[in-house]
């Protein structure tokens, strides 16, 4: 199946800072990306949809202006979670679509000390 | 709109018995349904999928589902669970085969010597 990578594995940050996480489809191209984050022993949350050349679409009550995401090209959307706090530490997973289901990355764990 | 209610969020089986994982769905359109597996700090792995046709699906590692419209059910079975099948277990939906995939709670697997 496709393959979809992130960066980096693991990153602590302090308080304050901003922190970018990337998502590459490294087979395929990918119009559609999907940004999940997940709490511990919890189910994964879509954040939003990276689209193409385009702006994110956003779930209800995920705060655009705190998690900016680019999709510049069709192998690579980026998160940034601008002005990390202490409740940002979560897994985030990103996901890529190809031919009608997703493939996932292995996601990313943020810790904000 | 889509929605998942898996039942049970922690199922407990000795080694070599049978593993069944229960998930219901609702779905406004004909849905496709998914089945994954994380492992600790890493990312989602699809076991298996339906998305038309067959109504059982044999997956990886064993794994079968079977799609029961009437019951708007998929529950995920394996006739002798193996130590190594311990893992979280995902089932989800989507509305045209992995567009905004909506997850259930999940449900942690234990396996006994």
């Known amino acids: 199946g496709a393959v979809v990578s992130q960066h980096p594995s693991r990153v602590i940050c302090k308080s304050g800072t901003s922190v970018k996480i990337e998502c590459r489809s490294l087979d395929f191209q990918a119009t559609t990306m999907f940004w999940y984050r997940q709490f511990p022993k919890k189910s994964l949350m879509l954040m939003a949809t990276s689209n193409e050349g385009s702006k994110a679409t956003y779930e209800q009550g995920v705060e655009k202006d705190k998690f900016l995401i680019n999709h510049a090209s069709l192998t690579l959307s980026t998160l940034t979670v601008t002005s990390a706090h202490p409740e940002d530490s979560s897994f985030y997973i990103c996901?890529?679509?190809?031919?009608?289901?997703?493939?996932f990355g292995p996601g990313t764990r943020l810790t904000v000390l | 709109a889509q929605s998942v209610t898996q039942l049970g969020s922690h199922v407990s089986v000795s080694e070599g018995a049978l593993v069944l994982l229960r998930c219901n769905y609702s779905?406004?359109?004909?849905?496709?349904l998914f089945w994954y597996v994380q492992y600790p700090n890493q990312g989602l792995q699809l076991l298996l999928k339906y998305t038309t046709g067959a109504t059982l699906v044999k997956g990886i590692n064993g794994f079968e589902a079977e799609f029961k419209k009437s019951e708007t059910s998929f529950h995920l079975t394996k006739p002798s669970a193996h130590m190594s099948d311990a893992a979280e277990y995902f089932c989800a939906v989507s509305g045209d085969g992995g567009f905004k995939t909506i997850f259930g709670a999940g449900t942690r697997l234990f396996v006994k010597a």
């Open positions: 996901s890529a679509r190809e031919v009608g289901e997703q493939f």
């Open positions: 779905s406004s359109v004909p849905p496709y």
